[in-house]
C-alpha cells in the first residue's frame, strides 16, 4: 500500500480497506474510509523496505502490523505506524495510526 500503482488503485483499496476503516494520521487528522478512496495520485516518498516491520497475531482472525516510515527526501516526516488487519475470509485493514517522530 506504499507503492502508488496500489495505492490509488481504486479496485485495490477498495478490496483491500474493510466496510470500518479509519485512520488517525501523523497529524492526529481522522480520516474515513470514503476519504481514503477518494485521495488523489501524489508521490509516495517513504524509503522501502518499512523499518521495523512486525507482524503479530492477536487471535487468529486479527493481526497487528507495525513499522516505522521514514521519508525517502524530506529531512522530516518519520512515523511510527500502526495497523489492525481482520480475517473475514480476505485479510482488510481496518485500523491504521500514524504518529509523528523523530528518530
Keep these: 500500500m506504499w507503492?502508488?500503482?496500489t495505492r490509488f488503485?481504486?479496485?485495490?483499496?477498495d478490496a483491500v480497506l474493510a466496510?470500518?476503516?479509519?485512520?488517525?494520521?501523523?497529524?492526529?487528522r481522522?480520516?474515513?474510509?470514503?476519504e481514503i478512496l477518494a485521495l488523489q495520485s501524489t508521490e509516495i516518498d517513504v524509503d522501502l523496505p518499512l523499518t521495523g516491520f512486525t507482524a503479530v497475531a492477536i487471535?487468529?482472525?486479527?493481526?497487528l502490523v507495525r513499522y516505522t516510515s521514514v521519508p525517502t527526501k524530506a529531512s522530516r516526516g518519520e512515523a511510527h505506524r500502526t495497523s489492525v488487519w481482520v480475517n473475514d475470509g480476505r485479510w482488510r485493514l481496518r485500523f491504521h495510526q500514524a504518529t509523528s517522530t523523530d528518530i
Design 30 to 34: 481522522t480520516y474515513t474510509r470514503d
Design 19 to 28: 466496510a470500518e476503516f479509519i485512520e488517525v494520521g501523523r497529524s492526529g
Design 3 to 5: 507503492r502508488a500503482d
Design 9 to 13: 488503485d481504486m479496485r485495490f483499496m
Design 59 to 63: 487471535c487468529e482472525d486479527v493481526a
